[in-house]
């Protein structure tokens, strides 16, 4: 599976961005993970593609909504208010297998990976 990150940018705190994450082929499983510079891989958010619930890191919970379109073969992060904290590369990950929701978080549980793309947001 390849996956194609894109949508990053720089922008102003309090402002929106959309992030979109192509998939060569649809899995079962689908996150996004942020990396800022001197810090470990984190979660941010993720989704079954067959659809249900979607789960969230608490730093972003009620900003961010991840999202799938089915047409497009892509998975969405709607980004919004913004934070300077929330800088960082952000990668869109995918694993063939449903990923039971305590494994969500973990970024060993993905087997796919995206190049990532950069989010810059300024004070």
């Known amino acids: 599976v390849q996956l194609q990150a894109s949508g990053g940018g720089l922008v102003q705190a309090g402002g929106s961005l959309r992030l979109s994450c192509l998939a060569s082929?649809?899995?079962?499983?689908m996150g996004w993970f942020r990396q800022a510079p001197g810090k470990e891989r984190e979660f941010v958010a993720a989704?079954?593609?067959?659809?249900?619930?979607?789960y969230y890191a608490d730093s972003v919970k009620g900003r961010f909504t991840i999202s799938r379109d089915n047409a497009k073969n892509t998975v969405d992060l709607q980004m919004n208010s913004l934070k300077p904290e929330d800088t960082a590369v952000y990668y869109c990950?995918?694993?063939?297998?449903?990923?039971?929701?305590?494994?969500?978080?973990?970024?060993?549980?993905?087997?796919?990976w995206g190049q990532g793309t950069q989010v810059t947001v300024s004070s």
């Open positions: 990950a995918a694993d063939p297998n449903r990923v039971i929701v305590s494994a969500l978080s973990d970024f060993s549980s993905y087997d796919y």
């Open positions: 082929r649809r899995t079962f499983t």
């Open positions: 989704m079954w593609w067959s659809g249900g619930n979607t």
